[in-house]
């Protein structure tokens, strides 16, 4: 069974970092990629970051120069270091994987495993 966990969300003032943790049991990240989501309570979910099987990262311009994905040579863990943050990147964020190597890497509907989510809160 395939299982995604997040965790290391919170509350920070603008300018300030997080970084958010994936554990993943019974996927083998090696075969695809794996990335982050995030979605604001009404509106739709959107890729903030994906970390391919040979270590390529792909970003939105939204994300691009402040956030950075990274994975654990076991790729068991997956991370999300983000720095600078601003009020609008206040979302619950989710790790995901795909079930085959995805078109587009950005597109969430692209991705078949989700964790639970981790909430980020940025206050000006």
């Known amino acids: 069974q395939i299982q995604l966990a997040e965790s290391g969300g919170g509350s920070v003032r603008s300018g300030g970092s997080l970084r958010l943790s994936c554990e993943t049991s019974g996927y083998t990240t090696t075969a695809y990629c794996m990335g982050w989501f995030r979605q604001v309570p009404g509106k739709e979910l959107g890729g903030v970051a994906i970390?391919?099987?040979?270590?390529?990262?792909t970003y939105p311009d939204s994300t691009k120069g402040r956030f950075s994905i990274s994975q654990d040579n076991a790729k068991t863990m997956l991370w999300l270091q983000m720095n600078n943050l601003q009020p609008e990147d206040t979302a619950m964020y989710y790790c995901?994987?795909?079930?085959?190597?995805?078109?587009?890497?950005?597109?969430?509907?692209?991705?078949?495993?989700w964790g639970q989510g981790t909430q980020v809160t940025v206050s000006s």
């Open positions: 970390i391919d099987r040979d270590g390529t990262t």
């Open positions: 995901a994987a795909p079930q085959r190597p995805p078109l587009y890497l950005l597109s969430p509907q692209q991705y078949h495993y």
